[in-house]
């Protein structure tokens, strides 16, 4: 089976070519449009992403409410884990009261599907990352920190590591 690539928009341009203005399915594919798509949606079919929209456990809004959520988590320096995000996801789908538990892969396909996300997620640490973290290291920290983060008030210092230092609390 062939798969082209074409936009939505391009779908229902060739739709409407078809059924509106009276061209053939031939002449009714820009971008690439496959035919079977054509008349597959002029029989009422909807389109591969909303059959497949039905069987997703949360809904489309709720998918892009979530990816927000994450993003700004992000930009404000706290990146959510994978189990964070499945944890937010079964907390709203106990909400809704569907209390079966996610798919093991859940995650990972929906990282797949929402590629930006794949950066944004908290990652494991690495074990030299932990190796790093001696009472030298801890020690030289304070050391320097009058003098170099003088201006950062102590309470408010949330994190230390060797990306820099987090001052104050982010606002959702």
Known sequence: MVCSNYTEDCAAEAILDTSGRGHSQNEATPCGVPRWTISRRLSGQASRNERIQAYRRISKSQEETLICWV????SLGHASSHSQLRACVEAILQQQGDNKPLGKHWTTRFVKRHPKLSTKLEKGQKAARLDGFTQKAV???????ETEYGWIKLENT??????GIMAGFGHN
């Open 71 to 74: 993003m700004r988590q992000e």
């Open 139 to 145: 020690n030289w920290y304070f050391d320097i920190r």
């Open 158 to 163: 949330i994190n230390v590591d060797e990306g």
